[in-house]
């Protein structure tokens, strides 16, 4: 199965709010409420910053938030930070053949 | 704190077989959760290898199955990777992480870069 489908790049101002968004098929994003979504900075590891859709791990920032609706997944951000200026993943379980797929990645940038 | 910490080598040369471990501290892998293997070729996004259990079921990535062996020792609290037949397309930085049962992954390793070249 293909990866799932994220835009390269996305970019917004200090304080402002952006989206980026994770399009799957019916077999996986669709089919499962089990969207996971990752932050990495250059030279770091990965760090999970939503699952479940849109369920925040303890110490992430309620200005992150998740959402989902058919075969898309949204990630938001609001009040841009500069610190926010990363790779973004998302990832989704696809059944018990493909198991796990992850998007290609999109590159926020923070002007 | 969960803390993972992989170890290999660095450089292999095609076509042999890469064997990496993590070893697992702050938490005991016979306990539960599943363990998993993701790569990042340099400059490019996350591919999922596999996923272990602690009784020792694994789920492969269906691009890398046939070359691909995950195993676990719950004595030593790690688990390991074997990728046979490398080419330079696997040259990667692998991490390996805890995959928990919301399918995502919770604690990562720092990762290590793998070069596969002759």
């Known amino acids: 199965q293909s990866a799932l489908t994220q835009p390269r790049s996305v970019s917004g101002s200090p304080g402002q709010s952006v989206t980026i968004s994770c399009t799957g098929t019916s077999s996986d994003v669709g089919g499962y409420n089990y969207v996971s979504w990752y932050q990495q900075h250059p030279g770091k590891a990965p760090k999970l910053i939503m699952y479940?859709?849109?369920e925040r791990p303890s110490g992430v920032p309620d200005r992150f938030s998740g959402s989902k609706s058919g075969n898309t997944a949204s990630l938001t951000i609001s009040g841009l930070q500069a610190e926010d200026e990363a790779d973004y993943y998302c990832c989704s379980y696809a059944g018990s053949s493909t198991h796990v797929l992850f998007g290609g990645g999109t590159k926020l940038t923070v002007l | 704190q969960v803390q993972l910490q992989e170890s290999g080598p660095g450089l292999v040369k095609p076509p042999e077989t890469l064997s990496l471990t993590c070893a697992v501290s702050?938490?005991?892998?016979?306990?539960?959760?599943?363990w998993g293997w993701i790569r990042q070729p340099p400059g490019k996004g996350l591919e999922w290898i596999g996923t272990?259990?602690?009784?020792?079921?694994?789920y492969y990535n269906p691009s890398l199955k046939s070359r691909v062996t995950i195993s676990v020792d719950t004595s030593k609290n790690q688990f390991s990777l074997k990728l046979s037949s490398l080419t330079a397309a696997d040259t990667a930085v692998y991490y390996c992480?805890?995959?928990?049962?919301?399918?995502?992954?919770?604690?990562w390793g720092q990762g290590t870069l793998v070069t596969v070249s002759s």
């Open positions: 272990i259990y602690h009784s020792g079921s694994t």
């Open positions: 992480a805890r995959h928990s049962g919301s399918y995502c992954f919770d604690y």
């Open positions: 702050g938490y005991s892998i016979s306990s539960g959760y599943y």
């Open positions: 479940d859709v849109s």
